[in-house]
């Protein structure tokens, strides 16, 4: 088996990239610069059919210094339930300090304008979280049915 969908996909969505997208190389490098904000891209090749691959996209929302607090881990499994406050994406932590968020799709169901759309909204709830987590301490978290909703 081989990942040349993907590695296809890549290529014409280097050709294709907007204004504000940096991708030097990106077949090789796996990484977009999207209005600042990096977008790490693999491929999961499906065995058994091509089509079937997982197209991953990650990006990185915040680094603890500390722990997460329990109220704040809380907020981030409710998160994950249904994808609610998300848009599809996945909320996760990459080592003990970075919490990240990831999206997957299917390389069959991808063109260059939904493989667009999906960057596109990823780095826009990833901005949306970022800004969150990152504001001036409050005496409380959001509630969370003032973060979490459900969007198709």
């Known amino acids: ?9 890549l290529a014409a969505y280097e ?4 204004p504000g997208v940096v991708s030097i190389d990106l077949p090789h490098t796996e990484e977009l610069i999207i209005h600042g904000r990096a977008v790490s891209l693999s491929f999961k090749l499906h065995e058994n059919s091509p089509e079937d691959g997982m197209v991953i996209c990650r ?9 997460p607090a329990e109220d704040l881990c809380r907020l981030l499994l409710q998160a ?4 609610a ?3 599809g994406s996945t909320l996760g932590m990459r080592g003990e300090d970075v919490l990240i968020m990831s999206q997957a799709r299917r ?11 999906l960057l596109g909204a990823l780095c826009a709830d ?12 409050q005496a409380e978290l959001p509630r969370p049915e003032s973060i979490l909703h459900m969007r198709a």
Do not use: C, V
């Not at 390389?107 to 667009?116: A, V």
């Open 15 to 18: 050709q294709h990239a907007r």
């Open 1 to 9: 088996m081989s990942n040349s969908l993907y590695l296809n996909l």
């Open 85 to 87: 406050g998300t848009g």
């Open 80 to 83: 994950n339930n249904l994808w």
């Open 59 to 67: 990006t990185d929302l915040a680094r603890f210094n500390e722990s």
């Open 107 to 117: 390389i069959g169901s991808l063109d260059i304008t939904m493989f667009d759309a």
């Open 126 to 137: 990833a901005d949306s979280w970022t800004a969150r987590l990152t504001a001036k301490p």
